[in-house]
């Protein structure tokens, strides 16, 4: 067989000279000259987008001031908010991949933002100072990031219960630490109250530890009315570990909030997610609730495992540092007040290993 007989490899080497001859159309456009190649083009991904782009890019300039509105953030989704203008009226507003401004903030629940209408379509074109945030750290390949899972919010309420699923230490520790960090009052509320035969000790200990605890029972619509005391005219985030009844709780609370309900799994005894985003409910007698989801992972991102051990909340009295060591982690360092006092029965062996895991969590974080 001859030199220029067929080989597997034509085709593809054919296709990949006639690449090379053709020019790049878009870049020859904008220099200005154009030659006689072929103008066969593969359009890049950054040419096919770039209208696009260009369209969920507003600036502030670009709209006059009769038709920028302020409007509250219901729920956020991918390159959308669902918000609501001050006449009630709800819409959605569209807001930029990256952000949507130079400090790289995106909407969250709970915001005020501004919108802006160009045609039929609505543009968020800047958020609003933030009173106050309930965040955790990003994806596994982005945990520096910081993402906002509810805004200028009153106060923190968690559901929890003793038993089916059990009480989790490690979940309400962490809300229990953001609540603190942000100054925010924290409310426990222990649902499946009539399935209580009694509370344990570990437990009593950290109740002492919230500014409210209230018991509940949403099957027997137990506590329904102190609960809603507490929520009277505030924005409250209301988290819960998965299968303790948060969104029957929510259903009680919010007539018509049609929040689904699932049953704890028999063969762990753990629950199924049922809130997969956070949403922002009006309350009927006042003020609002927050759903988020049972997240595993809340923002402590920013503390380090040497705040950790001096904040750790219940292992000091009026948060006084008392170790002998400045630097102790309170594991087997000498004249350790928390081992110390941890002997004594002060704090309870639950407290304790909730706060290695933590540690663990942080210590892998920041090394």
């Not at 609501?84 to 629940?109: H, T």
């Not at 520096?144 to 106060?155: E, F, R």
């Not at 005219?233 to 303790?244: A, E, L, M, R, Y």
């Not at 750790?312 to 081992?339: N, Y």
Request: net charge positive; with cysteine.
């Amino acid at each position: 067989m001859s030199e220029k007989s067929y080989t597997p490899d034509a085709p593809k080497n054919k296709r990949r000279q006639l690449r090379e001859k053709r020019g790049n159309a878009m870049h020859q456009m904008q220099s200005g000259f154009l030659d006689d190649r072929p103008l066969k083009e593969r359009w890049t991904r950054e040419c096919k987008t770039e209208a696009k782009r260009k369209k969920l890019k507003p600036t502030v300039e670009n709209f006059p001031v009769e038709q920028k509105e302020k409007a509250l953030v219901l729920s956020v989704h991918r390159r959308s908010c669902l918000v609501r203008l001050q006449n009630g009226k709800e819409l959605k507003a569209f807001y930029l991949a990256k952000s949507i401004n130079e400090e790289k903030m995106f909407p969250a629940v709970g915001d005020f933002a501004n919108i802006g209408k160009t045609g039929s379509e609505n543009f968020i074109l800047g958020l609003q100072p933030r009173k106050s945030i309930l965040s955790r750290p990003g994806p596994r390949t982005r945990e520096n990031q910081v993402l906002v899972q509810a805004a200028n919010i009153d106060q923190v309420a968690i559901v929890m219960s003793l038993e089916n699923p059990p009480f989790n230490f490690g979940f309400a520790d962490r809300f229990l630490l953001a609540a603190n960090f942000n100054n925010l009052p924290f409310i426990l509320i222990l649902n499946k109250c009539d399935l209580m035969q009694n509370i344990p000790n570990e437990i009593r200990e950290f109740i002492e530890l919230a500014d409210n605890t209230i018991l509940t029972s949403a099957e027997k619509n137990i506590g329904i009315e102190e609960l809603k005391g507490k929520l009277l005219g505030k924005v409250s985030v209301f988290s819960g570990q998965s299968g303790v009844g948060k969104s029957s709780l929510i259903n009680l609370l919010v007539p018509g909030a049609s929040q689904n309900v699932s049953e704890v799994r028999k063969k762990d005894g753990k629950g199924r997610h049922t809130t997969a985003s956070s949403s922002y409910l009006d309350l009927p007698q006042g003020g609002a609730v927050i759903d988020t989801p049972g997240i595993r992972a809340l923002g402590i991102m920013n503390l380090t495992a040497d705040e950790l051990v001096r904040c750790f909340p219940g292992f000091f009295e009026k948060d006084f540092f008392d170790c002998k060591f400045k630097d102790c982690k309170h594991q087997s360092e000498p004249d350790c007040a928390v081992l110390k006092r941890m002997g004594e029965g002060l704090i309870s062996e639950a407290r304790y290993r909730s706060y290695l895991r933590m540690l663990g969590g942080l210590s892998n974080t920041f090394s």
